[in-house]
């Protein structure tokens, strides 16, 4: 199947969560801004504001006449009101569903959104299958799946599974902290993953890290948070040494690691997605990168 060129992906993402709660005007110069910047990836949820996110994205999409090769869109579905479900007939409906109303022919990739317990890989594969071949998807994988479970889906098909998309950033960095603190008796051993970040790695599976400013399950953003005062300090420190916005230096530690990992950026803020933007432009010494970890209260063994 010859498929027609798209813009190549950057390593920032928007993440579209919270565009149901935005005005047009403000999606419109979301994404405008995000383009402008850079940012061609997308990430989408069946399940954002129930489609309407996805929905008024497409609208503003059409209304701001931006060709759909300029654009890398993601969706994730599998996520029912109240269980997971990640048989085939379910991933075929949600896929049509989500093509409706992104107004698109194409999703250039698909992630089951969370491991179901009942997960049947063969069904899954089949659903992938058909989906690729309709042409209705491009590029498979899954978000918030341990090692394991990723490998066993891998093994039931011929899609490869591209992505990974994790909750990771300087307050929640279980992912390194469990390979930094090997064989010791300290809380970052842990094994809190199944060393995720080793096997994406080392089967060229891309982390996309989400929640990137947040610390706890959505307890809040730790930019000029009371509870992080030494993180906020160092990050306002370096954010005048590297000539950009704090949250820029925290997103910046993200993609400094060598997994090559892009990052979710789930502002509905045009000045602070451009602020953001920035991490792309600078590159953290070693120094600084381990500065920011203790600062955000590991500690080295
Ligand atoms: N796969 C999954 O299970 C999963 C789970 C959660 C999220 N996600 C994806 O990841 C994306 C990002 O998640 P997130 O929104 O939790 O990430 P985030 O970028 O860490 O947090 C953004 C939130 O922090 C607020 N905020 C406060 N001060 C800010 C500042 N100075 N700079 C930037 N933001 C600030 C933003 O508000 P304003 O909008 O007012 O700026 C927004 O509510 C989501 O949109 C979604 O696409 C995926």
């Not at 379910?90 to 109303?101: C, Q, S």
Request: hydrophobic share 40%; glycine share 8%; net charge neutral.
């Amino acid at each position: 199947m010859s498929l027609p060129a798209t813009v190549q992906e950057s390593p920032l993402l928007l993440g579209c969560w919270r565009l149901h709660n935005c005005s047009t005007s403000e999606i419109e110069r979301l994404i405008a801004t995000a383009l402008e910047d850079g940012i061609s990836q997308f990430d989408h949820a069946d399940i954002y504001g129930n489609g309407e996110s996805e929905r008024r994205f497409a609208k503003a999409v059409a209304d701001l006449n931006i060709p759909r090769q300029s654009l890398q869109l993601q969706s994730k579905c599998g996520i029912r009101d109240g269980f997971y479900d990640s048989s085939k007939a379910h991933l075929l409906t949600a896929v049509d569903g989500i093509l409706k109303r992104l107004n698109t022919d194409y999703l250039d990739t698909l992630l089951i959104h969370r491991p179901d317990a009942l997960m049947q890989p063969e069904e899954i594969a089949d659903a992938f299958d058909v989906l690729y071949s309709a042409g209705k998807v491009r590029r498979f994988g899954v978000s918030n799946f341990r090692s394991l479970a990723l490998q066993r889906l891998q093994k039931a098909t011929a899609q490869k599974l591209a992505i990974n998309q994790l909750q990771f950033g300087l307050a929640h960095s279980a992912m390194v902290d469990s390979g930094l603190n090997t064989n010791t008796g300290f809380n970052g051993a842990v094994d809190r993953d199944g060393e995720l970040l080793d096997y994406c790695q080392l089967n060229s599976v891309r982390i996309q890290a989400w929640s990137p400013l947040q610390f706890g399950f959505f307890e809040g953003n730790f930019l000029g948070h009371a509870k992080y005062p030494e993180l906020n300090h160092t990050l306002n420190n370096m954010a005048q040494i590297y000539g950009v916005q704090a949250g820029a230096v925290a997103i910046a530690w993200i993609l400094r690691h060598p997994a090559g990992m892009h990052v979710v950026l789930g502002t509905t803020n045009a000045q602070r997605l451009q602020a953001l933007s920035q991490a792309t432009q600078i590159t953290l010494s070693r120094e600084h990168w381990y500065q920011l970890y203790r600062a955000a209260g590991n500690r080295l063994p």
